[in-house]
């Protein structure tokens, strides 16, 4: 029996995937031939993910697929377990009295560089809220403030930002906060491309093989059928790494992140992927890599 090491986020999305794969739910009903390989599970913030799997630290990780750009190296993307789609980006959001043009040199007086809070400097929202500036307001240099996404909002809250780039579920609560979105990256992104959104991956080592990595792609797909069969199945163990939200605020979460996408990134996510990489490296965000991307 082989023994993996396996590194997924607390998020909804994440633990309603792997519930069934990690409790051993899918063993029996598996097609997958024996022995079933066994998994030792670490759950995180995905940010603290994309730092340890600079150290290699895990066979099979949770990342930003911005992390996962400067990682290819070592590891290479599964086509299940991902979180991509449509309608789900990063939102910008602030308190209602401030704005971009405030902070634009050709619309402002001000000199003061915002200060803009973002969930990690390997995030996929990060290099996002670049590439939207890049385009929208070449000539804003925000100070950028790496801090734990569900800290973002009170930082904002408290004038400790002036603009926060929230993720998961900050999404549907940020108007009980009294904030207001200014731009939702996700909607930017489809209109500039057409294609959906890559937020986040699964990935695998390369050390293991395209068998290996065969096999566990295969598993997560059986866990993602089994959570769609039997959705109450894994409440409890989603509600207790996701203290802070309320039973419609988790279910919302998965019905956005957990999607077609999820299941089989197949040809148009592959494209949306490759469309990423391709203006992340235009602008110096994530470096070049001739590695193919996907694990088989």
């Known amino acids: 029996m082989k023994n993996y090491t396996l590194a997924y986020s607390t998020c909804p999305n994440d633990t309603y995937i792997f519930h069934a794969l990690v409790h051993g739910l899918i063993s029996e009903a598996s097609s997958i031939p024996s022995p079933k390989p066994r998994f030792h599970v670490t759950l995180a913030d995905v940010e603290t993910l994309n730092q340890q ?43 209602p009295n401030v704005s971009f043009d405030m902070y634009d040199p050709m619309k402002s007086d001000r000199r003061r560089r915002p200060v803009v809070a973002v969930p990690g400097m390997r995030t996929t929202a990060f290099v996002l809220f670049n590439l939207f500036l890049k385009d929208q307001f070449p000539t804003i240099r925000p100070d950028f403030r790496p801090m734990p996404f569900e800290k973002i909002m009170p930082a904002i809250e408290a004038k400790e930002a002036d603009f926060g780039v929230i993720i998961h579920e900050g999404r549907f609560i940020y108007q009980q906060m009294g904030l207001r979105a200014l731009v939702d990256l996700g909607e930017w992104w489809e209109k500039q491309t057409g294609l959906p959104i890559p937020l986040g991956c699964i990935a695998v080592k390369r050390s293991l093989g395209k068998e290996s ?8 797909g059986k866990s993602i059928d089994y959570a769609t069969a039997n959705p109450d199945a894994g409440i409890d163990y989603i509600k207790a790494h ?16 957990v999607n077609e996408f999820s299941r089989n990134i197949g040809k148009e996510g592959e494209a949306a992927i490759q469309m990423f990489y391709e203006k992340a490296q235009e602008v110096g965000l994530i470096p070049e890599s001739n590695q193919a991307l996907f694990a088989c």
Do not use: W
């Not at 990682?71 to 599964?78: D, G, I």
């Not at 279910?251 to 992140?257: D, G, N, Q, T, V």
């Open 242 to 257: 996701a203290q802070e939200m309320n039973d419609q605020v988790i279910l919302e979460h998965i019905r956005l992140y």
């Open 53 to 95: 799997a600079q150290r290699e630290m895990y066979d099979i990780t949770k990342l930003s697929f911005a992390a996962f750009g400067a990682l290819r190296r070592h590891y290479a993307l599964l086509r299940t377990g991902a979180a991509l789609g449509r309608g789900c980006g990063p939102l910008v959001v602030s308190l």
């Open 213 to 220: 990595a065969a096999r566990i792609e295969a598993l997560i």
